[in-house]
């Protein structure tokens, strides 16, 4: 299994951003995917979930109303769109694939993991 992501830059606070993340050996519309962030010197937290089929979303509380999860089954892509971006939100970004069809918040029900793309916004 591989998970690319892509999309991350440098924005300014209240600019948007969409990432991507192509999966490939993989049945993609099987598994939950998810969303996480990991600042310098902080753990790694959840942003966002989505069932396999894509009718469930879970989002964190700080992104709510702004980060939308989406995927597209057909080409293997997940995507986070970024909106009116925080600079404490500056972090690394991982797309994750759930051992589960249903998506899950918590980082050990992952199964493989993306290399991270970074996101820095500045004040």
């Known amino acids: 299994v591989q998970l690319i992501e892509s999309g991350g830059g440098v924005v300014q606070a209240g600019d948007s951003l969409r990432l991507s993340c192509e999966a490939s050996?993989?049945?993609?519309?099987?598994?939950?995917m998810g969303w996480f962030r990991q600042a310098p010197g902080k753990e790694r937290e959840f942003v966002a979930t989505?069932?396999?089929?894509?009718?469930?979303?879970q989002y964190a509380d700080s992104v709510k109303g702004r980060f939308t999860i989406s995927r597209e089954n057909a080409k293997n892509m997940l995507f986070l769109q970024m909106n009116n971006l925080k600079p404490e939100e500056t972090a690394v970004y991982y797309c994750?694939?759930?051992?589960?069809?249903?998506?899950?918040?918590?980082?050990?029900?992952?199964?493989?993991w993306g290399q991270g793309t970074q996101v820095t916004v500045s004040a």
């Open positions: 994750a694939r759930d051992r589960q069809p249903w998506g899950a918040t918590t980082a050990v029900r992952y199964a493989d």
């Open positions: 050996g993989v049945a993609f519309s099987v598994y939950g």
């Open positions: 989505l069932s396999g089929t894509g009718s469930d979303r």
